[in-house]
């Protein structure tokens, strides 16, 4: 009778709940890159919740969060509508093992969003499309310690994007499988192998299918205790089935069309701490993948970044890129930005940004992906924009993690 009175710590379970509220506001001179600036003023209103429960091997939250966003100005009537809501949840378990490296977890998560609001925020592509875009997400993964220089994870996401009404755009399914080796050759360096394969489904005339097969090889290095690097290159092998073509003889009538492409693709990171308060990094990138609405994009870019913590409440960062996206069409684009951080008070903290982007002429004349109907680039003649970004964030804790 003692030992069943006695509690179980593995039972012991540790709650915690934290709330933030953040207010966005954006003033541009032409905040969609239309080929005619014209000024336009955005509210951003996002509100988001965390619920945490733990104990001593496993752990469960609960995440949720809302956006409401207005704009107002000359700039958005080419928009189909001037304001959207976008919320979503995400539930996510995980037991953990015999090390910190050790674990196991599940996850489920769903968004609904405006379509249009959808391409603007993920392409920068203003439509007149109307309806809502929903996202069902279920992933699961495990990662472990084959032994005290090897470790190995492997994931299993998939995705099913609707529309509301229906004929809002291409239903599709992205189903992704995903493996990474992990081999420390020293406690400074470790090698890495990188394998994935992912699957489209679309719901069109000719059921669209397109399978993306991406096998990298990198390294992480601690070259100095200033000095780090993480790089990874390989290929990527695209087979289209079914796709969507066009007849011979001039008729113009969608056929379908199957076939096969290879590119490389890769990334890097170079970061340096050139003083105890200033931070450098360095990125290059290559990736082949979908788009929200399932469009195959191709994106280069190359970026450099700095950061500097003026104190314990502010800090500095200046920013500057220049990239390529391809799809039916090419886009160059070039981006400088600065930032300045400041926390007034212990939950509540403020953020001042100047950005300006520019986009060079489009080469290429199709701007419609054929497969999933929506356009692919926001338009073909050289533009640019100035945007000053304010932003204030409250953070709350409503319940803390016990000690």
């Known amino acids: 009778m003692c030992l069943s009175m ?14 933030t509220q953040t207010e966005t506001v954006e003033a541009s001179s032409n905040l969609f890159l239309a080929p005619t600036p014209a000024g336009t003023l955005a509210s951003i209103t996002r509100l988001s919740a965390e619920f945490e429960a733990r104990t001593p091997d496993s752990k469960f939250d609960f995440d949720g969060d809302g956006n409401y966003t207005k704009y107002w ?3 958005a ?14 539930a996510h378990y995980e037991t953990s093992g015999k090390n910190n490296f050790d674990r196991e977890f599940v996850e489920v998560g769903w968004r609904e969003q405006s379509t249009a609001f959808a391409l603007l925020n993920e392409l920068g592509i203003a439509t007149r499309v109307a309806g809502a875009l929903d996202r069902l ?8 310690s084959l032994s005290a220089l090897d470790s190995l994870s492997l994931l299993a996401t998939s ?4 529309y509301d009404p229906s004929a809002g755009g291409t239903s599709l399914t992205d189903t992704l499988a995903h493996a990474i080796w992990r081999h420390n050759l020293s406690s400074v360096t470790a090698l890495t192998a990188t394998s994935e394969v992912e699957l489209l489904n679309f ?10 097969l991406r096998n990298q090889v990198g390294v992480n290095a601690t070259l100095s205790p200033l000095l780090s690097f993480r790089g990874e290159a390989g290929a990527a092998y695209i087979i289209t089935n079914d796709g969507v073509g066009t007849s011979l003889g001039g008729s113009g009538l969608p056929v379908a069309a199957s076939g096969t492409d290879l590119d490389w693709i890769g990334d890097a990171v170079l970061t340096y701490n050139m003083f105890k308060d200033t931070t450098f990094t360095f990125t290059a990138s290559q990736t082949i993948g979908p788009s929200i609405v399932g469009s195959l994009f191709k994106n280069d870019s190359i970026a450099l970044g700095l950061g500097y913590t003026i104190n314990e409440l502010s800090s500095l960062s200046f920013s500057a890129a220049i990239g390529q996206s391809t799809s039916t069409a090419t886009s160059d684009f070039a981006s400088a930005s ?6 007034f008070l212990r939950e ?5 940004s100047y950005r300006y982007l520019h986009r060079f002429a489009t080469s290429g004349t199709v701007t419609i992906d054929p497969i999933t109907n929506t356009p692919t680039v926001s338009g073909s003649a050289p533009t640019d924009s100035h945007t000053i970004i304010v932003v204030i964030s409250h953070s709350l804790t409503v319940l803390p993690h016990s000690d």
């Not at 600065?338 to 926390?343: E, I, L, P, V």
């Open 203 to 212: 719901d069109n005339a000719f059921n669209t299918s397109i399978m993306i």
């Open 137 to 144: 997400t279920a992933t699961g993964g495990i990662d472990r």
């Open 77 to 90: 009537e080419t928009l189909s509508q001037t304001e959207s809501t976008n919320w979503g949840f995400k």
């Open 6 to 19: 006695t509690p179980s710590a593995a039972f012991a379970v540790d709650w915690s709940i934290n709330a």
């Open 338 to 343: 600065a930032s300045y951080s400041y926390k």
């Open 73 to 75: 100005g000359p700039g």
């Open 348 to 352: 509540w903290t403020a953020q001042f």
């Open 159 to 162: 995705t099913f994007t609707s």
